[in-house]
């Protein structure tokens, strides 16, 4: 079993920038993927980015590259989305995912095994 707690939400002004952590208790293995989804009021919930976790691969939702930046420490359990140029579109709740097998289908939600209980992101303009 592993278990996800993210953290780093809040407000911010548009243009600025946020960095969003997901601590993974429990064991990690090389097969993982870890993704970051995201959640607006009233709409489904859609992938943001993912990382291998061996390997660190990276994939990205293609209206975010450039902006956003996955990445994860081994040795911490830790996985980061760093956010900027942040706007107001942006505003929702963060959720970590992971996924023990590394399915192919990472953009997809139904493709995670554990979710975290999310963190809210709010740009104001």
């Known amino acids: 079993q592993v278990q996800l707690v993210e953290s780093g939400g809040g407000l911010v002004q548009a243009g600025g920038s946020l960095r969003l952590s997901c601590a993974a208790s429990g064991r990690i293995s090389s097969t993982y993927t870890m993704a970051w989804f995201r959640q607006e009021a009233g709409k489904e919930r859609e992938f943001v980015a993912a990382v291998t976790w061996n390997g660190g691969s990276t994939y990205y939702a293609d209206s975010l590259k450039g902006r956003f930046t996955i990445s994860r420490d081994n040795a911490k359990n830790t996985v980061y989305l760093q956010m900027d140029s942040l706007k107001p579109e942006d505003t929702a709740v963060y959720y970590c995912?992971?996924?023990?097998?590394?399915?192919?289908?990472?953009?997809?939600?139904?493709?995670?095994?554990?979710w975290g209980q999310g963190t809210q992101v709010t740009v104001s303009s």
């Open positions: 995912a992971a996924d023990r097998w590394g399915s192919a289908n990472r953009y997809r939600k139904n493709s995670y095994d554990y």
